[in-house]
Structures are given as structure tokens and as C-alpha cells.
């Protein structure tokens, strides 16, 4: 979504999704390999209703990352500003879905589906740009 609105460059939009991705499978892996019994087991379904809490969940998250980057918080705050989008985020998306908001966190749970994968792309780009939008109104 950053890249969309031109906050980040391609090569760094590459490198953090590379990242978050290999993250998440780590994370998978360590958790099948070390974990058993430890986490419980994840679905994931493909349902309308899924992909609408995902995409408000994500829209909720970038709302918060938008104003972090756009320096509309205390740089102070500029955490609580995302820890309280994300919980805000995960709260209304896990309603109906699995509260995961990011695609790689999906992978790291292992509850990848084009839900999981799709819908937060589709919030997270909403909301950059109404973020973006509504700073030049």
C-alpha cells in the first residue's frame, strides 16, 4: 500500500514483502517443527463475509500506519498509534474471520487461502489512498 502512494521505493516495497513472507513460512515451520500441540489448528475459509473482515481489518491497520507515515502523530506515539490500529483491526476482523490482516501472517499460521491473501491487499491499498486523499482536501 506504501508503494502504491509512493512512500516507500519498489526495491524497498521488494525486500519488506520478501521478508515478511519468509518470516511468516519460518514462523510456520518453527511451529510445526517445535511447537506440536503448542498451537491450535488454523482454517482458513474463503467466504465473502472473511474477505469483508479482513479488508476492514487491514483498512484499519493502514489508517494507522498512514498517519505514522505521513508524520501525523507524535513520532513518540507513532507505535501506539499502529499497535492500537492493528488491535483495533484484529478485533473487528476476528468477528468472523481469523483476525490475520496480513498475508504473511497468514502464511505463518498456515491459514493461506486467496481470502487470507487478497482482502487485506484490498483494504491496506483503500485505505493509503483515502488516507492520501484526504491530506490534499
Not at 505514522?68 to 483491526?89: F, Y
Not at 468472523?96 to 487470507?116: D, E, R
Not at 487478497?118 to 483494504?123: F, M, N, Q, T
Amino acid at each position: 500500500a506504501m508503494l502504491s502512494i509512493r512512500k516507500i521505493s519498489l526495491p524497498d516495497a521488494i525486500c519488506y514483502i520478501l521478508a515478511q513472507v519468509a518470516g511468516g513460512a519460518l514462523a510456520y515451520v518453527a511451529a510445526k517443527e517445535f511447537g506440536a500441540g503448542f498451537a491450535p489448528a488454523v482454517t482458513a475459509v474463503d467466504t465473502l463475509k472473511v474477505g469483508i473482515a479482513e479488508a476492514i481489518g487491514a483498512f484499519s491497520l493502514v489508517i494507522g500506519v498512514s498517519a505514522a507515515v505521513h508524520g501525523k502523530t507524535p513520532a513518540a506515539a507513532s507505535g501506539l498509534t499502529i499497535g492500537s490500529s492493528l488491535l483495533i483491526g484484529i478485533l473487528a476482523a476476528s468477528t468472523v474471520s481469523n483476525g490475520v490482516l496480513n498475508p504473511a501472517v497468514a502464511v505463518g499460521i498456515g491459514s493461506v487461502s486467496a481470502t487470507y491473501v487478497l482482502a487485506p491487499i484490498v483494504g491496506a491499498l483503500a485505505a493509503a489512498w483515502l488516507y492520501r486523499f484526504l491530506l490534499k482536501a
